[in-house]
C-alpha cells in the first residue's frame, strides 16, 4: 500500500466519523423538545364535561291589561319573590322594560309605581331599580312588563355530541381500548348544575353558622340527667299498618 492510499483512506474515515457525530447531534437537538401528546380527551367524565359558573339572567313578566292599573295579589306575591331572591343572588341592578304607545301602557305605568313600591319594602335600594321603556314591534299587542336581574348560575354542556360510533368500528378508538364515549357523564353533569342552589358551593365550602343554642341546652340537659337525647315524634304511630283483619 502506498502512502497516498494509506493517507487516502484516512481521510475518508476521518470525515465518515465527524458525520456520524454530527447526525447524532443534530437527531438529539431534533427531538429534545417535542412534546408527547398521548391523549386529547380526558378519560374523566367531569373533566370531559367541566361544571363553569357565569353569568345568566333571572326574569318573570307582569301582565298588564288595558284597563287596569296596578297589580293582583299573585303578581305582587310574584315581585316580592323576585326581590328577596334579588337580595340573595344578585350581580347587579333589576331591570324593568316597560312598554309604551301600546294601549295598556298607562296601565303599565301604573303598575310600575306599585312594582317600585314593592321592591323598596323588600330592602331593593333605588338605584337596584333601573326602568328601560321600550316600543313593541307590533303596538297592537299588549306586552307585559319585564323584571330581569343577573346572577351566576352553573352550567355545563352541551350535550348531545357524538364525535365517534358507538359500536364496532375502524374510526372508534374507544370500542377497542375500552374508555367511556364522549357523551358519557354530559347529562349527570348538566343535571347537577341545573339543581345546585348556590353556585359557589361548588367552587368553595360555606363558612359555619353559629349552633342553635336552646337545642344544644336541651340536649346537654338530658344527657347531664342519664336520660335519652333522641326526639320523640307522637306522630310515628300513627304511620303503622292496621292491625284489622289478622
Known amino acids: 500500500m502506498t502512502r497516498q492510499t494509506f493517507l487516502g483512506r484516512t481521510r475518508i474515515l476521518r470525515v465518515a466519523g465527524a458525520l456520524a457525530g454530527l447526525t447524532v447531534a ?3 437537538c431534533t427531538h429534545a423538545d417535542e412534546a408527547a401528546v398521548t391523549a386529547s380527551i380526558p378519560e374523566d367524565y367531569r373533566a370531559r364535561h367541566p361544571i363553569a359558573i357565569e353569568e345568566g339572567s333571572q326574569s318573570m313578566v307582569v301582565l298588564v291589561g288595558r284597563g287596569r292599573g296596578g297589580l293582583s295579589a299573585e303578581q305582587r306575591a310574584d315581585v316580592m319573590g323576585l326581590a328577596q331572591s334579588w337580595l340573595h343572588e344578585g ?3 333589576i331591570t324593568a322594560d316597560v312598554p309604551i304607545d301600546t294601549p295598556n301602557a298607562r296601565a303599565a305605568a301604573d303598575s310600575l309605581h306599585e312594582i317600585q313600591s314593592l321592591l323598596a319594602a323588600a330592602g331593593v335600594p333605588p338605584q337596584g331599580l333601573t326602568v328601560h321603556r321600550y316600543r313593541p314591534d307590533d303596538p297592537k299587542f299588549m306586552p307585559p312588563i319585564r323584571l330581569t336581574y343577573p346572577k351566576l348560575k352553573a352550567v355545563a354542556g ?5 364525535p365517534e360510533d358507538l359500536g364496532p368500528s375502524i374510526k372508534n378508538k374507544s370500542y377497542y381500548e ?6 358519557f357523564g354530559c347529562a349527570y353533569q348538566r343535571n347537577m348544575a341545573a339543581m345546585v342552589a348556590n353556585p359557589a358551593d361548588l367552587e368553595q365550602p360555606r363558612s359555619e353558622t353559629p349552633p342553635y343554642t336552646p337545642r344544644r341546652s336541651e340536649g346537654l340537659e338530658k344527657y347531664r340527667k342519664g336520660t335519652t337525647t333522641a326526639t320523640t315524634y307522637p306522630e310515628a ?5 292496621s ?3 289478622k
Open 243 to 245: 292491625d284489622t283483619g
Open 158 to 162: 352541551p350535550c348531545g355530541l357524538w
Open 91 to 93: 350581580t347587579g341592578a
Open 178 to 183: 375500552n374508555r367511556s364515549y364522549y357523551n
Open 26 to 28: 443534530l437527531a438529539a
Open 237 to 241: 304511630d300513627r304511620a303503622k299498618l
